[in-house]
């Protein structure tokens, strides 16, 4: 499979990208910046650059046509103030949705976080991420020319992965380390089974093949 991965030189998207040319895929990665392209030389993937922020639906659609997967896992990271939640979390996501209809690209898996809901109340920036988050959900969910998967981790950790997760329309919050993440996204994307799911995420007991399968109901 080809898959491009939009945030492509994230601490989830590298780990996703040495799983995926491991296991014989072709990994497009997404960057901002030309000095990121080695780090995805290393982990197997092909370096784009190419800023969701600034980018037309063409130049991207350009970038997906002929993929067989689309992975929305880009952020505008914990340290950004709440515009960039805004143009990163939602305006790129719906961004690359937009390319990837254009590009005639179904498979769609999107990384969105525990608790997002466009209707989420408060203040703060992480209040503004959460709605962020949750309205990108919403627009992902929303088309019929896309093969949707919508994945919301909870507290995301670099802990060791374990291979050993909790993946459940609804788990309840916990912590789970980005290699699993990564584990799961790299088994989402060719799991047709679970199209039309969005899906909560945490450690939990059960090897992540298998929880992809159960959730998929094979």
Do not use: C
């Not at 789970?176 to 990564?182: E, G």
């Amino acid at each position: 499979m080809r898959i491009v991965i939009a945030g492509g030189h994230g601490r989830i998207a590298l780990r996703l990208e040495r799983l995926l040319a491991a296991g014989g895929h072709e990994a497009v990665g997404l960057i901002r910046r030309p000095e990121q392209a080695e780090d995805l030389r290393t982990a197997g993937a092909e370096p784009v650059v190419l800023d969701l922020e600034s980018a037309s639906v063409e130049e991207v659609a350009e970038v997906l046509r002929g993929a067989d997967a689309a992975v929305f896992a880009a952020g505008a990271g914990p340290d950004s103030g709440a515009a960039r939640k805004d143009t990163v979390d939602r305006d790129a996501a719906v961004l690359f949705a937009d390319a990837a209809e254009r590009a005639g690209v179904r498979r769609f898996v999107i990384v969105s976080s525990m608790g997002a809901d466009a209707g989420h109340e408060g203040d703060e920036v992480f209040d503004v991420y959460l709605r962020a988050k949750g309205a990108a959900d919403d627009a992902i969910r929303s088309r019929p020319g896309l093969d949707w998967t919508v994945l919301r981790p909870g507290v995301l950790t670099d802990d060791a992965g374990r291979g050993l997760v909790r993946l459940e329309a609804r788990t309840g919050r916990g912590p789970v380390p980005r290699d699993d993440v990564a584990a799961v996204l790299a088994e989402l994307v060719d799991s047709p089974g679970t199209v039309g799911l969005t899906l909560e995420l945490v450690s939990g007991s059960t090897p992540v093949v298998v929880a992809v399968k159960d959730v998929a109901g094979n």
